[in-house]
T-cell receptor, first 116, second 114 residues
Framework: GAVVSQHPSWVICKSGTSVKIECRSL??????MFWYRQFPKQSLMLMAT?????????EQGVEKDKFLINHASLTLSTLTVTSAHPEDSSFYIC????????????FGPGTRLTVT | AQSVTQLGSHVSVSEGALVLLRCNYS??????LFWYVQYPNQGLQLLLK??????LVKGINGFEAEFKKSETSFHLTKPSAHMSDAAEYFC????????????FGAGTRLFVKA
């Protein structure tokens, strides 16, 4: 149990376009989902925390208008990178937590975004 | 503020040798501690977790870690390395500070020599 999927697994887009990444908890309800960004050979950096039905909480330095997060249901959260630039190229990973044990996170396989 | 320090960005061991990956944390309250493994271009897989129960925690694939409050450490060990253990390992601390937040260490790349 506790499987999290991400779609797409990789995406290439042109500068100026927007890209949406989906994160789904397949076999449990996730009241909280987290979005991380990982640069090559670096650790994970928390971008934002999203709770179902409410606005996401962004970490300091993360542009909320650029990285739009929606958590419309207990099994789906989306991250939209708007007006993408080459510097947005990165590995984006989501995780989901169960309501009663939200300190346990289950990670998705990640999405590789390349902006040309 | 909490932080996680992983000593050694790279660790190399021979197959069959002991694996020791070090992690120290700083936290003003007892944290939840985790070790994750990441293979190239993949997400994170939970190896084991400490959540204030037994201080010696056993995880998957023969890994274990010991929570030592006096040393603020949570080092990861495995008695005998296998080639398939070569990967990136992350130590992480989660606290509830008006919402759960996880801080990751910088990671340690484990190399296993034949």
């Amino acid at each position: 149990g506790a499987v999290v999927s991400q779609h797409p697994s990789w995406v290439i887009c042109k500068s100026g376009t927007s890209v949406k990444i989906e994160c789904r908890s397949l076999d449990f309800q996730a009241t909280t989902m987290f979005w991380y960004r990982q640069f090559p050979k670096q650790s994970l950096m928390l971008m934002a925390t999203s709770n179902e039905g409410s606005k996401a909480t962004y970490e300091q330095g993360v542009e909320k208008d650029k990285f739009l997060i929606n958590h419309a249901s207990l099994t789906l959260s989306t991250l939209t990178v708007t007006s993408a630039h080459p510097e947005d190229s990165s590995f984006y990973i989501c995780s989901a937590g169960r309501f009663e044990r939200v300190y346990e996170q289950y990670f998705g396989p990640g999405t590789r975004l390349t902006v040309t | 503020a909490q932080s996680v320090t992983q000593l050694g960005s790279h660790v190399s061991v021979s197959e069959g040798a002991l694996v020791l990956l070090r992690c120290n944390y700083s936290s003003s309250v007892p944290p939840y501690l985790f070790w994750y493994v990441q293979y190239p271009n993949q997400g994170l897989q939970l190896l084991l977790k400490y959540t204030s129960a037994a201080t010696l925690v056993k995880g998957i694939n023969g890994f274990e870690a010991e929570f030592k409050k006096s040393e603020t450490s949570f080092h990861l060990t495995k008695p005998s390395a296998h080639m398939s253990d070569a990967a990136e390992y992350f130590c992480a601390v989660t606290r509830n500070t008006g919402g759960f937040k996880t801080i990751f260490g910088a990671g340690t790349r484990l190399f296993v020599k034949a």
